[in-house]
């Protein structure tokens, strides 16, 4: 087996697991990780192995400060926003450019090169084309996110048109930090249209499709 793989190292992150799960402070699981590895590793080298294991990095994108734009495409040299007319930057020397508000970003396209190596996982990623193609698809009854308009309608766009390609379900909302109302934090998510394949059925089927009125789910493709 791999250095990287020893049993030793798949108990460190048996053990890593169990700090991001119960939200253990790096101090404290540095602490525990001493008395079980004899100060042999730390936390600092584990995040290491793993980079280059996982080739998973934050990619950070600048945006306006009240998060009107991404300054990217079409707007990626202005240097205000043109909606709400706000600076781009904390200052204005074009030697030092500092962005007065990032976002991190995690690239999709990456984490499904991960799950395709995976041959279980990229068979299961396969669930749309098995699904489209089966004998009693388009019988008009709805029996999965496959059979609604939206995605017959992406299809006559000439979008999924290869059998390995992935439906995303995406949602956003916004939320208040402070009682003071100074800022918001917005979180974006992007759900593989098959991942409930793995997870527990739910007792409440309805309360799935009770969405806030501000959330607005779009199937988008990959």
Do not use: W
């Given at each position: 087996m791999?250095?990287?793989?020893?049993?030793s190292f798949l108990?460190?992150?048996?053990?890593?697991?169990?700090k991001?799960?119960?939200?253990?402070?790096?101090r404290?699981?540095?602490?525990?990780?001493?008395?079980?590895?004899n100060?042999?590793i730390?936390?600092y080298?584990i995040?290491?192995k793993?980079s280059?294991?996982v080739?998973i990095?934050?990619?950070f994108?600048?945006?306006?400060i009240?998060s009107?734009?991404?300054?990217?495409g079409q707007f990626?040299?202005?240097?205000?926003?043109?909606?709400?007319?706000?600076?781009?930057?904390i200052?204005?020397n074009?030697q030092?450019?500092?962005?007065?508000?990032v976002?991190?970003?995690f690239?999709?396209i990456?984490?499904f090169?991960?799950?395709?190596?995976?041959?279980?996982r990229?068979?299961?990623?396969?669930y749309?084309?098995?699904y489209?193609?089966?004998?009693n698809?388009n019988?008009?009854?709805?029996?999965?996110?496959f059979?609604?308009?939206?995605?017959?309608?992406?299809v006559t766009?000439g979008?999924?048109?290869d059998?390995?390609?992935?439906?995303?379900?995406?949602?956003?909302?916004?939320y208040?930090?402070?009682?003071q109302?100074?800022?918001?934090?917005w979180v974006?998510m992007f759900?593989?249209?098959i991942?409930r394949l793995?997870?527990?059925?739910p007792s409440?089927?309805n309360s799935?499709?009770?969405?806030p009125?501000?959330t607005s789910?779009i199937?988008?493709p990959?």
């Open positions: 791999d250095e990287e793989f020893s049993d108990k460190v992150l048996k053990l890593l697991e169990v991001q799960k119960h939200n253990l402070s790096d404290a699981f540095n602490e525990i990780l001493s008395i079980f590895t100060n042999e730390s936390l080298a995040k290491k793993l280059k294991l080739n990095m934050p990619k994108i600048e945006m306006c009240n009107c734009i991404a300054f990217t990626v040299n202005d240097t205000s926003c043109h909606l709400c007319k706000e600076s781009r930057y200052n204005n074009l030092k450019k500092k962005p007065r508000k976002l991190s970003y690239s999709l990456d984490r090169k991960i799950q395709y190596n995976d041959p279980k990229s068979q299961l990623l396969r749309r084309y098995e489209i193609t089966n004998e698809y019988n008009f009854n709805i029996g999965d996110i059979d609604g308009n939206l995605y017959k309608e992406l766009e979008i999924f048109t059998e390995h390609d992935i439906a995303l379900i995406c949602s956003t909302d916004g208040q930090i402070f009682k109302k100074t800022g918001d934090c974006i759900i593989n249209a991942s793995s997870a527990k059925k409440d089927t799935l499709y009770r969405f009125s501000n789910p199937l988008k990959l």
